[in-house]
């Protein structure tokens, strides 16, 4: 179908994104602890979990539908991670944001090379 998920360059950058937000979250306050900052955890390892687990699928269009799900938690996250910002928990730097426009434009270009 396609090579293995780990050698993904989204997957990687995906990968990636999760370290980052990872080590953001160490600047939430405590009571963020178990509300922004777990949906923000679970948001953003959906990402490669999804790209990964539609990667072992049997067919195409389960594979689409899984990167498709990756995607919509690369929105999630960018909404997360920008609510956090208003709140005055982080600064969201510009690169952090081109890295997850990038990683949504490639999931897209993914889904798109599948469905051809």
Avoid at 26 to 32: A, C, G, T, V
Avoid at 36 to 60: F, W, Y
Wanted: with cysteine; aromatic share 10%.
């Amino acid at each position: 179908m396609t090579r293995a998920y780990h050698d993904l360059e989204v997957w990687n950058l995906s990968m990636a994104l999760c370290e980052d937000v990872y080590a953001l979250l160490r600047q939430f306050p405590s009571e963020e602890r178990y509300a922004l900052c777990d949906q923000l955890r679970r948001a953003v390892v959906s990402i490669p979990s999804n790209i990964a687990e539609g990667n072992g699928r049997d067919s195409k269009a389960e594979y689409i539908r899984f990167l498709s799900i990756a995607r919509s938690s690369v929105f999630e996250v960018r909404t997360q991670l920008e609510l956090a910002a208003r709140f005055g928990y982080i600064q969201l730097s510009p690169t952090m944001t081109d890295t997850i426009d990038r990683i949504s434009k490639m999931l897209y270009s993914l889904m798109k090379r599948l469905r051809a």
